[in-house]
């Protein structure tokens, strides 16, 4: 599912969600958070991504006024692991996607639990 989402300069955009989290998962376990944005720019913005109230990466990007598929990604990476992606894609032609990425980011050894996951732009 897509959600449209528009947002100017000043504003934080947040493409975050809590999932339950299992100890011990199918091994093609994968979860993703789908989000079309409308962003106004050109604008230099902090990627966050977040982790239960962790910052597990980041860093600053450009991005022009236009809409963008904005995708964060928790794939199992086994042994308690799951790896974390995401990624802005402009629907615009003539500009790439654009990826923050952090492997092995979740370890969840002591049973299943409820993360909070995703990633943030701050201007």
Known sequence: MSVSTSSYA??????ERWQTIAHYPMPDAHSCINRH???AGPHTY????VEDSTNY???DITLVTGWYQWSDCLSYAGLYMYDHVSSLNPDSTGYKTAYLECLEAQRHDSGSTTAYWGSTLIP
Not at 10 to 15: C, E, T
Not at 46 to 49: F, N, T
């Open 46 to 49: 902090r990627w966050y991504l």
């Open 10 to 15: 000043l504003d934080q955009v947040i493409n």
């Open 57 to 59: 990466g980041e860093r």
């Open 37 to 39: 944005i409308y962003l």
